[in-house]
T-cell receptor
Framework: DAGVTQSPTHLIKTRGQQVTLRCSPK?????VSWYQQALGQGPQFIFQ???????QRGNFPDRFSGHQFPNYSSELNVNALLLGDSALYLC?????????????FGPGTRLTVT | DQQVKQNSPSLSVQEGRISILNCDYT??????FLWYKKYPAEGPTFLIS?????DKNEDGRFTVFLNKSAKHLSLHIVPSQPGDSAVYFC????????????FGQGTILTVHP
């Protein structure tokens, strides 16, 4: 049973560029959440997708956007990258509204902005 | 505004002894609490959770205690093992922001053989 997978593992981008991160949820899960984890901090909620719609959003600017596909996989897009966007980006999946609290995380994508 | 706080950045414990990790929260709307463990180069792994209708939940060596009046929860690991060495995060959810987990900053647990 495949867990949550994310790609790529690492990414280096330049300020002002755009980046797309990808996530495949755990088998049977239909809800995907994205988190940003800065060094030495806990993960911070970016947004959550369910039924291909953004259901919840954290305190992140519009430069952060996402998408969920019919197969439940998801993308996180960040435009006009800033140095402060350097972080570990975590994807988590869960099963429907009733299982939204117990989220299963992928290994993350380490983004470095230079 | 840090709604979930883990005030101890690190904890060192001898193998076989008890590890107690603490977490405080400020948002009264939180009604579900979780603990996650994270090893380097891996995503957080769900450990144990507790609903606000309970004050204790056990799963093997792991027990979570919730004190709603003090807005405090703790994770007890008994007995501690070297493989428990990791970063532990508490997280909270509830109210109108179901599905959004609010995490603490994490506590690095080191269990010495």
């Amino acid at each position: 049973d495949a867990g949550v997978t994310q790609s790529p593992t690492h990414l280096i981008k330049t300020r002002g560029q755009q980046v797309t991160l990808r996530c495949s949820p755990k088998s049977g899960h239909d809800t995907v959440s994205w988190y940003q984890q800065a060094l030495g901090q806990g993960p911070q909620f970016i947004f959550q997708y369910y039924e291909e719609e953004e259901r919840q959003r954290g305190n992140f600017p519009d430069r952060f956007s996402g998408h969920q596909f019919p197969n439940y996989s998801s993308e996180l897009n960040v435009n006009a990258l800033l140095l402060g966007d350097s972080a570990l980006y975590l994807c988590a999946s869960s099963l429907g509204p009733s299982g939204m609290y117990e989220q299963y995380f992928g290994p993350g994508t380490r983004l470095t902005v230079t | 505004d840090q709604q979930v706080k883990q005030n101890s950045p690190s904890l060192s414990v001898q193998e076989g002894r008890i590890s107690i990790l603490n977490c405080d929260y400020t948002n009264s709307m939180f009604d579900y609490f979780l603990w996650y463990k994270k090893y380097p180069a891996e995503g957080p792994t769900f450990l144990i959770s507790i609903s606000s209708i309970k004050d204790k939940n056990e799963d093997g060596r792991f027990t979570v205690f919730l004190n709603k009046s003090a807005k405090h929860l703790s994770l007890h690991i008994v007995p501690s093992q070297p493989g428990d060495s990791a970063v532990y995060f508490c997280a909270a959810a509830g109210g109108t922001s179901y599905g959004k987990l609010t995490f603490g900053q994490g506590t690095i647990l080191t269990v010495h053989p």
